[in-house]
């Protein structure tokens, strides 16, 4: 299943040049991802963020992302592959119906100061956002 997340352009969003600028396209990423990784419909109880860092992202700018007053863009988001103690999370932020950021990113399990192995708990939760890629 793939997670919908729909947000709203800000007017402070754009650079000088009128896009969406880098740091804020990263921003609307994670926060999406991290509402994927609290939500209730998959099994979590939405109060908490699941003890993961972020290992690696790896990020691909299609094309301009504008900003346009009362107008959202959606972000899917997905899990591609389960690591024995990573998930790796595939996402796209879409303005138009067209791919305008996508982001592939690598979350690691944590007790706080190394990595841990996922529980079956959280094994289970991620599952539900898994999508093999076609191949």
Request: glycine content about 6%; charged content about 25%.
């Amino acid at each position: 299943m793939r997670h919908q997340h729909a947000v709203q352009l800000r007017w402070s969003d754009p650079d000088v040049y009128g896009h969406v600028n880098h740091a804020r396209a990263l921003s609307l990423v994670e926060d999406a991802r991290l509402t994927m990784a609290s939500e209730p419909a998959a099994g979590g109880d939405g109060s908490a963020h699941p003890p993961v860092i972020l290992a690696r992202l790896e990020v691909d700018y299609r094309r301009q992302l504008q900003y346009r007053p009362r107008e959202s863009v959606t972000i899917e988001s997905w899990v591609t592959r389960l690591g024995t103690s990573s998930v790796t999370t595939r996402q796209e932020l879409r303005q138009d119906g067209h791919v305008a950021v996508s982001v592939v990113a690598v979350l690691v399990m944590t007790d706080g100061g190394s990595s841990r192995p996922l529980t079956e708990a959280e094994r289970a939760f991620w599952t539900t956002f898994l999508e093999e890629p076609a191949g």
